[in-house]
């Protein structure tokens, strides 16, 4: 079946078992919705380290295919522990994959497994338009929810 | 596909009907399409597409414009469109009135009844009422029109069986309420809630009714006069016809009373610097070059559909739909959204599948080759009301076979394998 380069295992896993699923403690919060499906997504991020720029926590509470629930999963896995700024870059790269309706990226495979890891499961859904927002759901929110909190954290500072 | 005529009492001749829809001898990723998203919007028989480029090879022209022989060839197929939907509505030809679709028709009545005189005029002390059971078309235009005016919304509720509640008709439809708005066939759950009960009350308090029948049009017998409402509303790419074209129908002596929507050529009797008057109906409401085409390939929609019959697609609807009932019972987990016997319904079966998403349940299924609608259907209320984020909906018509509704049983055994 062709759908299986969508539903790769490794989505499908994440799907089953999602990481980091759960609400807990933010310095802010953001709900974002896909209006042309439904899905939804409670999204959560709380800084800290020295500069307060690092991500210390993601937590969500979502509903919605399986698409939107596993990249909400990697996208724990690839933030969590990174600062903002190296965070975005990463959702930027995601986004370029998902961009990309199944072409060629100007980077190299290894490079990047090597930035996106599990997240590389999903380029077989870049061929799919209609689930493209699905697994950018989560990263949309993630970029908001981070904005808001640099922002708050700046405000704290300057107060 | 051997004939299913015989199998199933009621059903069309699919066989033959089929043969005049180029689309469904499609193949979807390798396997025979089987289209059960009719309700999002229908297919066209080759009957229709070939009125249209006729009508673009041999006969195009602005309509009501010039004396040159395409102008008045072209005016008398759109003209011609509209005496043939007049006639599958039971209505005057003068009350019909070609929009872009049922929204633009709702939308025209809510601004109409924003800018009108009195006693149409919606105003801060009136209600405007509808049902937890519309789609967006028939919700937005109503807030905001409430908006605007300053005018309370109000809404019967659905039960959890999937019907309109109407034990507080009283109090739901008051002697405050202006219109009342509602579908006659739900887009989601397939019910066809108690008209008469509801035009009667609107009546009885001096209120307006204007009936959504995008999803009644296509599938059974619409008369507008007996229906005895004041507006009714449909469109064309559900019912056989192309997109771009809707039908409002309204009451002649409202729609005269009524204030003008769009300004433009077409709808005026003469222009001055400082003002207009206007063009009798249903002119008054078409300003600039209509959809000419879209009306004629509509127009030849309508000849199809009379020349198969009415009560004939309704028959088969239903039949299909009791088969497709009884068959998704075999399938593990799947809770039906709305009505769960075909009576009092339309060929629409709205679903969940366990915890699988929608989503998936669709891209699972397109991948044999079954097209259905995933979502809110542009409902998003009725989910709310179910406690779901989403439904998969699988809708059927005129071509619509048993081997499809098999198709699906089998497809949906799929999905519940693949996401074990």
């Known amino acids: 079946m062709k759908l299986d380069s969508m539903y790769q295992d490794v989505i499908l896993d994440h799907y089953r078992n999602p990481h980091g699923k759960g609400l807990r403690d933010g310095d802010a919060e953001v709900h974002h919705v896909n209006p042309t499906c439904g899905d939804e997504i409670t999204l959560r991020v709380r800084l800290g380290g020295a500069d307060g720029q690092t991500i210390e926590d993601v937590s969500y509470a979502s509903q919605g295919c399986s698409i939107s629930q596993a990249s909400a999963s990697v996208l724990n896995d690839l933030v969590v522990g990174h600062t903002v700024a190296e965070a975005l870059a990463t959702g930027d790269v995601f986004l370029e994959l998902m961009q990309s309706r199944g072409h060629e990226l100007d980077r190299s495979d290894e490079e990047l497994e090597e930035i996106l890891d599990d997240g590389i499961a999903f380029a077989g859904v870049a061929k799919y338009p209609a689930r493209v927002k699905c697994a950018l759901l989560s990263w949309m929110a993630l970029k908001d929810a981070a904005s808001q909190a640099v922002q708050k954290e700046q405000e704290r500072k300057s107060a | ?420």
């Not at chain 2, 602005?62 to 003209?79: F, I, M």
């Open chain 2, 1 to 420: 596909m051997t004939s299913s005529t015989g199998v199933l009492p009621g059903l069309l001749d699919t066989d033959a009907i089929r043969k005049d829809f180029p689309i469904l001898d499609r193949e979807v990723n390798g396997r025979k399409l089987a289209f059960l998203d009719s309700a999002a919007s229908s297919q066209r028989p080759r009957q229709v597409i070939d009125a249209m480029s006729q009508y673009y090879e041999r006969h195009h022209a602005n309509v009501h414009r010039g004396v040159h022989t395409l102008a008045e060839e072209a005016t008398a197929l759109y003209e011609g469109a509209r005496d043939k939907i007049a006639a599958f509505i039971n209505a005057p030809r003068e009350e019909v009135i070609f929009t872009k679709n049922v929204s633009e028709s709702i939308n025209l009545v809510a601004n109409l009844l924003g800018t009108a005189d009195e006693p149409y005029r919606v105003g801060p002390d009136d209600e405007i009422v509808i049902t937890e059971m519309e789609h967006h078309s028939n919700i937005v235009p109503w807030q905001l029109l409430a908006q605007r005016t300053g005018a309370t919304l109000k809404w019967f509720r659905l039960d959890d069986e999937g019907h309109l509640d109407l034990s507080d008709i009283e109090s739901v439809i008051t002697d405050k309420a202006k219109i009342v708005a509602f579908s006659v066939a739900s887009n989601v759950l397939g019910t066809r809630p108690p008209l008469e009960q509801i035009i009667r009350r609107a009546h009885d308090v001096g209120a307006l009714t204007l009936l959504d029948a995008a999803q009644l049009a296509p599938h059974a017998p619409l008369d507008v006069q007996a229906l005895g409402a004041d507006f009714v509303g449909f469109t064309g790419h559900k019912m056989l016809g192309p997109t771009g074209i809707g039908i409002l129908w309204g009451r002649q002596e409202l729609l005269q009373d009524l204030p003008p929507f769009l300004g433009g050529g077409e709808m005026i009797e003469t222009v001055t610097m400082e003002q207009s008057t206007f063009a009798p109906v249903p002119y008054k409401y078409e300003a600039g070059t209509p959809p000419i085409a879209e009306a004629i390939g509509l127009g030849a929609a309508v000849d199809y559909l009379q020349s198969i019959g009415m009560e004939r697609i309704a028959e088969h609807e239903h039949a299909l739909t009791a088969y497709a009932l009884e068959r998704l019972k075999e399938v593990e987990d799947l809770r039906l959204i709305g009505p769960t016997t075909a009576e009092e319904r339309g060929a629409v079966l709205s679903f969940t599948l366990g915890d699988i998403h929608p989503h998936d349940v669709g891209q699972v299924l397109d991948e044999q080759g079954v097209a259905v609608r995933v979502g809110h259907h542009c409902a998003r209320p009725v989910c709310l009301r179910y406690g779901i984020p989403a439904t998969t909906r699988a809708s059927f018509y005129l071509y619509s076979t048993p081997a499809e509704v098999d198709a699906l049983v089998d497809g949906l055994q799929t999905v519940r394998r693949f996401f074990a």
